[in-house]
């Protein structure tokens, strides 16, 4: 956090087709610690949605209760707005994405609230392929209530004051790879080269998108022993394969070797370039990925960047058949039948 | 991180070097206003003493590096200001000049705060020639150490130019013999009426060392058909005139010949003397005018009409008495501020009672021999070196405008300070091209987690206007002073605007933990962390656009976790200081910086031996 707000210097500050700078996705002023990533994941999200032009009014962030949970107030803040219990998030975002299918979703969440106390939530949001980009900033303890372990703390990670965690991780990516999750992702809050093309390609994902963020709790967790430091997240990163997104309107003109890279389309039109870095990965097969993910643990590395990205499985307003208008916008008199459409209604189970 | 990188290729350009912060010069800069002085004048620390109505404070920190704060406060040709950082943020600069005349103005009586003349001289003695600001320079530095310093004037008043030429309306005298008294008042020998007839006689009387500041007394004339006919006047000498009140009123319709700030001082003088109908003829468009940007708002707004393209070609007489000039009317090509042609598109005559000659000066020694090993070149000009301001003859120096031609005060204030170091040396028989050496002192500005004894808070306040005496009102007298200086108030406004430059960002590469939280809060973008690589490319990697190669950058030693290195473009920081807020690890610290810039008093290595002292 700072005392003073960030002041707003606009000359020569380049602006996207909408006429808006970077500043202008910005929110609030951060309260969170000094140093916190999820202070760099905001930073991204705001340049993401700075290049993707986005109007900031076709936004709607939701998020749960957790120092991560309180950054939707620190980007865009022309944006729509939802912060609800903790671990409940999914639950919220599900209502407003069925009643609205119109707007982005950006879902910010920790460790603690989704994989504590709203694992379950996480699961049946990820199962019914709700649309919308779902951010996990995961630093292995509960920050905002001081620092206790969280369900993401590795076996034998320390706490600050020494103790050691016994239980199993719950590792977020492996979890989403296992319910069907169609475009999964990890990133690091210290490498926004990797993470704001992953942010633009979520956001252009049709579905459910999850990037789990390692991202440091710089009070509670930097110290020798965790396995959620800066330093640790930085040594034991693996990257099989670095994501490139090319916006629709823009042509693909970098020269990727053949067999070296993958192109995958969004449904917005959108590519994903994924170059191999590691030969031997394929990003696109569901079960290499998990293999792949999970040999890495056992070796104490992390995984990032676009672990797996799948072929189109229906979403949850193709399953539901929501309609194509906001709820908002439909008239009151087709959104409620009155009393006498429910008595026919009731009549049919007589 | 395993982005993998090639190593460069052998014969390749190197990748930057870590940036030696001390080296004085490199905070220095960044300070640029400070920078940008010829004399170095501490400009934030004074900025900063006038917020807190501090005014006798924020006088003589100005004090100490221009000598005349109320007089440069109110005529400085102010190079700090197109410096500015604020001019780079916004559209003007801080109102740097303006400020120093309000802690002149509203300073409490600071004489016993001034050097008195020491109880015991120190045995050598040095003559000034001329009583201008580089002589009345040399002097403040030197009669404090000791000396038993001269100065010979010609004329009945002290002050050089700023007393016969710049106007009362601009400078009152009052400021002048204020801030000269101070000098004077230091035991120094001041001997008016008394002109330098032979430099062989002075020499003669055995002064240890001679300062010539005699300016550059000689005005340009304009030899065309017609010179002949009377009522055509160089302008330094008529403004000297009318400083001395030998002349007291000019024609209806002036012609002023220039467009520098001699010509606008010789409009707006003639507009005070009566005239109906004043005009500046420049040969070149307006980009190319030498007149400082506000000497011609004051002239414009006083309703002197400047005509541009036009070449003086004849004067014309009718019944043996000056009637006009005729001129050549140019057509220039252009492109953008380059001139690529020019053609004569007519010939235009402009009629007038009076011509002002404003086109320039030239230095003169006719009563300099040159046969006494002061060497003079084809030119005229001494030959006197750049540093030491020494001439070919040992403990002969020259400063101000008769050492390189004319400039103004402040360049003159800064030969003077020069001049006094080197004589202070030639005095004591130390090498006078080792020079004191400059220093470079940081001192930390934090209090709390997040407080600093600065006020770091960006304040968006525009530039505030100085107030001026109305147009009626400052014609009816010659020495009205025009503008009448910011009051408290209106100063407590544009101070704010001050970034504190000198509140440097100090980086310790040891400490970061690359957690992006600077770079991620910094308002300007000027940070970027990335793999070193050589300048030219590695500027094409920051996150914001390199637009000023001419600002530096700082490049720290490898970091710790990846190896890669914090890059700061100081061209953009606005020292807001959120880059140490957001630091957790105070790897980013704000820190004052006070460059040390040496006067002759603080040259260590110079003690004159007991020996040679006198009583
Ligand atoms: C019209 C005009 C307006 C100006 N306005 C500004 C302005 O607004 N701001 C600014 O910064 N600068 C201005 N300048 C320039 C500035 O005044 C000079 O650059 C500055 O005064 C030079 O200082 P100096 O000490 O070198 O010499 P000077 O100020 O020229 O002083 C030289 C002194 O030496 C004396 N002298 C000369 N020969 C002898 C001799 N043989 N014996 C004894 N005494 C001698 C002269 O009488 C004079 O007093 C202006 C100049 C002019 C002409
Ligand atoms: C129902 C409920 N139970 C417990 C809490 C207390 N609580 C607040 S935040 C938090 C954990 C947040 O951890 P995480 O989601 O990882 O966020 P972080 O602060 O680490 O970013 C807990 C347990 C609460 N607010 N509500
Ligand atoms: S406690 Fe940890 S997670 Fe919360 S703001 Fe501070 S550093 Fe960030
Ligand atoms: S003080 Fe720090 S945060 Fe502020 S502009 Fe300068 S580098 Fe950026
Ligand atoms: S905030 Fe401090 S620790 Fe973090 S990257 Fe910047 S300098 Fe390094
Ligand atoms: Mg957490």
Redesign the interface.
Known sequence: ????A????H??AVRNELGLTR?DYEGGMSTL?????H??V??AIVQACFELALPPHTVAKLSGIGCSSKTTAYFVSGAHGFNSVHGRMPAIAAGAIAANRRLRYIGVSGDGDSLSIGLGQLGHAVRRNIDMLYMLENNGVYGLTKGQFSASADVGSKSKKGERNDHEPIDPVLLALSLGATFVARSF?????QLVPLIKAGLSHRGFALIDVLS?C??FN?HEGSTKS??YV?EH?Q?PV?ADYVESRREITVDYGEGDSVSVEMHDGAHIVLRK?DKSYEPTNRARALAYVQEHAQRNEYVTGLIYVGTYRRDFHERHNTPEEPLNSVPYGKLCPGSGGLSEVLARYR | ????EPPPAAGAPQPMSPTDTRDPDYFHQVVDCQWACPAHTDVPEYIRLIAQGRYSDAYLVNRESNVFPGILGRVCDRPCEPACRRG???DKPVAICRLKRVAADLRDDITDRLPRPPARKNGRRVACIGAGPASLTVANDLAPLGYEVVVFEQYAQAGGLMRTNIPAFRLPAQVLDEEIGYVVDMGVDLRLGTPVESMRGLLEQGFDAVFVGTGAPRGKDLLLPGREAGRIHIGIQWLESLAFGHVDKIGQRVLIIGVGNTAMDCCRSALRLGASEVRVMARKPRQFFKASAWELEDAEEESVHIMVNHAPKAFVSEGGRLAGMLFDRLEYEMDGDRILGQRVAGEVFIPADDVILAIGQDNAFPWIERDIGIEFAPSGMPAVDKVTHQSTRPGVFFGGDAAFGPKNIIWAVAHGHEAAISIHRHCCGEPLAERPPRGVNLQSRKMGM??WSYK???N?VERRLVPHVSLKERFRKLDIEVELGFDAEQAAAEVQRCLNCDIQTVFEARLC?????C???C??DCLTITRNGPEAELSGRLK?PR?NPGQQLYVSGPLK??GRVMVKDEDLC?H?G?CA?????NAWDMQKSWIEIPHAEDDDRCRIPNALRRA
């Open positions: 956090m700072t005392f003073i960030k002041p707003k210097i000359r020569g500043r610690c000094a140093g916190c990533g202070d760099s905001t930073a809050s210290g490498d926004k080269e440091p710089v009070t930097d800066y330093a930085r990163l990257i670095a870095i | 991180m395993s982005h993998g780079r943020v916004e997040h407080e770091n808070d960006y968006p933990i690359e957690c992006d939280a770079i991620d809060i308002p300007t914001a637009r976790q990846t606005v807001c959120l807020e957001r630091c957790p690890t």
